[in-house]
């Protein structure tokens, strides 16, 4: 499933950066297209922090979570702020915003890391019964 998931993402993200790319040949940056490639760039910026916050940073899970979210938040209030997404006035729309988005993270995470806890399991069983 995780494959598959991952697989999905992937396509996903490509067909849309090939369409895009058509479009941006045939008619130049609309708004919409402008808005999407703005999100993959957010999205590039956040996987990075998020690649050597996990390879510099040893936290327990909640405190990790707790410091990514701010971190992540900040990220994108910065970034918002450079594009145009944020005003002042509207800034707290990014911790909503990246909430929703840590949230679904979560429980994608917590639901693949169960299915790969019970697949390794079932591996050490499949072993310790061959050895007997």
């Given at each position: 499933m995780k494959k598959i998931l991952k697989d999905t993402c992937i396509l996903a993200a490509l067909?849309?950066?090939?369409?895009?790319?058509?479009?941006?040949?045939?008619?130049?940056?609309?708004?919409?297209?402008?808005?999407?490639?703005k999100l993959f760039g957010l999205a590039?910026?956040?996987?990075?922090a998020n690649f050597l916050f996990d390879e510099f940073v040893n936290l327990s899970i909640v405190v990790s979570y707790i410091i990514k979210y701010f971190a992540i938040t900040g990220i994108v209030m910065l970034?918002?702020?450079?594009v145009g997404w944020f005003y002042p006035s509207n800034f707290w729309m990014a911790f909503?915003?990246?909430?929703?988005v840590l949230v679904l993270a979560y429980f994608i995470d917590?639901?693949?890391?169960?299915?790969?806890?019970?697949?390794?399991n079932s591996k050490i069983a499949d072993r310790s019964n061959e050895a007997k």
């Amino acid at each position: 499933m995780k494959k598959i998931l991952k697989d999905t993402c992937i396509l996903a993200a490509l067909m849309i950066l090939s369409v895009f790319s058509i479009s941006i040949i045939w008619s130049g940056i609309t708004d919409e297209i402008g808005l999407v490639l703005k999100l993959f760039g957010l999205a590039f910026i956040i996987a990075v922090a998020n690649f050597l916050f996990d390879e510099f940073v040893n936290l327990s899970i909640v405190v990790s979570y707790i410091i990514k979210y701010f971190a992540i938040t900040g990220i994108v209030m910065l970034y918002g702020f450079i594009v145009g997404w944020f005003y002042p006035s509207n800034f707290w729309m990014a911790f909503i915003y990246v909430g929703v988005v840590l949230v679904l993270a979560y429980f994608i995470d917590s639901f693949i890391v169960k299915k790969d806890i019970k697949y390794i399991n079932s591996k050490i069983a499949d072993r310790s019964n061959e050895a007997k």
